[in-house]
């Protein structure tokens, strides 16, 4: 079975918990990084789909689209950014670099002898080039063998230095290390290791962000969640972390359940469930699903997702590429969704729990049922979207707009749970 169940606390946020991760720093983070012009100042869309969940048999089925959350396409644009600009501030402490000013590039002539480096499968590089660029220091980012071409060339157009490795991402990691120890570069990775800690937490506190904001778009009058599940894709770990403490700290024992989805063949948070700490993945660590391709779990974020996940599952390629298409085909209730390859690993899920009783039960989805997903990423490798949803981003997106203009003259977009952004799709 693809399933594997945690015995996880249902009570308060812990104080040894909100030592990494909390509610505090990562609206400071929201705060600092609403001044780049590289994201979007309206909160991203929650869509609700009333089609999909009645298809599915749950209550109520809403979509978090992180396409829409700046022009890298996806919510890695809430990570790297405010870890460089933490990082800066922690190496020039008596230069009062103000954040505002430093991401706006006004603190340039301070940071331009400064180099970052990462090893990446895509999203976390891309997002790490644009704020360096956006700062004025420089980038290098390590690849390895599985990266796309055209997931070079958008790293390399935020003016990065692009090393291309033989390897596979573990090695890229290594790669990146060594470049660094010996050049004196700072390495900006979304993954802890030991002794590497600060930067992977200050990454993960942003993606706290997307927590805050479903908290708003969603508020009842009751001030429970308006979610019993929330699905959340995972890679080393740090969204789900992200996300998750979130809303752990927020409404404490009274938190939505919490379920991982992982591709089979990198399955390393459903591996450190079973052993019990972070382990390694038993796969071949290659998959359509390229931001989930990761071989070993952060150990700081397993110290979260240890205490809070209440369910890991794996899922094939194939469920992620059917997963894409409903997204994208919408109907006359559902928005059009661009949803990338990781970004529909949620509603993957969720599909094949719901397809067999036994699972879904397992993981206590009925009728009743509330669920949340968290659509990641939009296109980020738009000849891959197109090729396996047989339509092209930009096709998606019209309709989607098209979609967006008449909820809004009929005024059947909202929900009292679910809030429809339509002013920024
Ligand atoms: C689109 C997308 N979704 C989800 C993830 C998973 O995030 P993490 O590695 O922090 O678990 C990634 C990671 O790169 C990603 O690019």
């Not at 157009?157 to 050049?183: C, F, T, W």
């Not at 993945?281 to 996940?309: F, H, N, R, Y």
Request: net charge negative; glycine share 8%; charged share 15%.
């Amino acid at each position: 079975m693809p399933l594997a169940h945690s015995r996880v606390a249902r009570s308060p946020y812990p104080e040894t918990l909100r030592a990494i991760l909390n509610v505090k720093s990562a609206d400071q983070s929201r705060a600092w990084l609403s001044h780049w012009d590289l994201i979007n100042p309206e909160p991203t869309p929650l869509w609700n789909l009333p089609h999909a969940a009645a298809q599915l048999g749950v209550a109520h089925l809403a979509v978090k689209d992180e396409s829409l959350r700046s022009p890298l396409c996806s919510f890695k644009a809430l990570g790297a950014p405010i870890a460089l600009m933490r990082l800066i501030m922690r190496l020039w402490p008596s230069h009062d670099v103000d954040p505002q000013a430093l991401i706006a590039g006004r603190h340039r002539e301070l940071v331009s002898n400064f180099t970052v480096i990462s090893a990446t499968d895509g999203n976390h590089g891309k997002a790490l080039a644009a704020a360096a660029q956006s700062i004025g220091c420089h980038c290098v980012i390590v690849l390895h063998a599985n990266v796309s071409a055209e997931r070079e060339q958008a790293i390399a157009a935020y003016g990065a230095r692009v090393v291309r490795i033989a390897g596979n991402y573990d090695e890229s990691v290594e790669h990146a290390a060594q470049l660094a120890k010996a050049n004196r570069w700072h390495v900006v990775s979304d993954t802890s290791y030991e002794g590497y800690e600060a930067i992977p937490r200050d990454v993960m506190q942003g993606y706290g962000t997307i927590a805050a904001e479903v908290i708003e778009q969603s508020s009842t009058t009751s001030g429970e969640p308006a979610f019993t599940h929330v699905f959340l894709q995972g890679g080393v770990g740090g969204l789900a972390a992200g996300v998750a403490s979130y809303l752990w700290e927020h409404y404490g024992a009274n938190r939505p359940r919490f379920v991982v989805v992982e591709p089979r063949q990198a399955d390393c948070l459903y591996q450190s469930a079973l052993a019990g700490h972070a382990a390694k993945a038993t796969g071949s660590v290659d998959s359509v699903m390229a931001g989930l391709a990761c071989g070993e779990t952060s150990p700081l974020a397993w110290k979260i997702l240890q205490a809070c996940i209440d369910d890991f599952m794996l899922i094939e390629d194939e469920d992620a590429v059917a997963a894409m298409r409903t997204l994208a085909a919408g109907s006359g209730d559902d928005v059009p969704i661009v949803s990338g390859e990781s970004g529909a690993a949620g509603l993957a899920g969720l599909a094949k729990l719901m397809h067999a009783p036994a699972l879904a039960h397992a993981v206590g989805l009925n009728a009743q049922s509330r669920v949340l997903l968290i659509s990641t990423e939009g296109a980020t490798a738009p000849g891959v979207y197109a090729e396996l949803v047989g339509a092209s981003a930009d096709t998606v997106a019209t309709r989607r707009d098209e979609w967006a203009a008449q909820a809004n003259t009929t005024s059947n977009a909202t929900s009292n749970a679910t809030s429809n952004a339509t002013s920024n799709a």
